[in-house]
């Protein structure tokens, strides 16, 4: 749902829009805190839409991951200098809607593309005994195709969230190929990562859930993760 056009989303809709975002690139499980929810629920108010959030969030993670840093971001408090600098720069016209300071020219991405149907082709022996070699070939063979497929020509964004889409479907068709004993061992991970729910909304739990199971499914099958940064 984008902030930019029509209806802007509910609250809880605009919130969950920025927190798997954030969940997306932090790369682990991670609860809002209540400062955490008045900060989103200030930019709402505020009227700053939800993609321009998202693009800020990835702003955020894409500078430290090229700086180099180390350690996780433990609260979205950390991105809102980069919130308010983009909706800035956005207002002005400084910067474009779709423009996340990060290379989008077909020059770009094509080579991007290229390198990761590459990479997931070469993946497709890593899982050997792990899982059915049929379903693994077929999937990453797939997946591939819809790689293949895509524009080139699109902005940076609309790749990067067709990835993602790609991306899940994969891991959701892999996953249930795996043994028994597999299946059992990533299930016995995930609960253990995941940890104390207790009091937490069904429906985080069970986006957190999904993410930790991508995430191992990822693991041992030594795929490479579906993004363009």
Do not use: N
Not at 44 to 57: L, M, N, W, Y
């Amino acid at each position: 749902m984008s902030g930019e056009s029509g209806e802007p989303p509910d609250e809880a809709a605009y919130a969950t829009r920025i927190e798997e975002a954030f969940i997306a690139e932090r790369g682990t499980p991670f609860l809002l805190s209540a400062r955490d929810w008045q900060l989103i629920r200030g930019w709402r108010e505020s009227g700053i839409p939800v993609d321009t959030v998202v693009r800020a969030v990835r702003e955020t993670f894409a500078r430290r991951r090229a700086r180099g840093a180390a350690g996780k971001i433990g609260s979205i408090s950390y991105c809102s200098d980069a919130v308010e600098e983009r909706w800035q720069m956005e207002r002005r016209g400084l910067v474009g809607k779709g423009d996340e300071r990060l290379p989008e020219t077909p020059v770009v991405i094509e080579p991007k593309l290229d390198a990761l149907a590459e990479a997931l082709r070469s993946a497709g022996d890593a899982g050997a005994g792990e899982i059915d070699p049929d379903i693994l070939r077929k999937g990453i063979r797939k997946a591939v195709s819809k790689i293949e497929a895509l524009p080139r020509e699109r902005p940076f964004e609309e790749i990067e969230e067709k990835l993602s889409v790609i991306e899940a479907a994969l891991l959701r068709v892999l996953a249930r190929g795996f043994s028994p004993a597999t299946a059992a061992a990533v299930d016995e991970s995930v609960v253990e990562l995941l940890g104390e729910t207790a009091g937490v909304a069904p429906e985080i739990v069970e986006r957190m859930r999904r993410a930790l199971l991508h995430r191992e499914v990822r693991r041992r099958l030594g795929l490479p993760a579906l993004t363009l940064l």
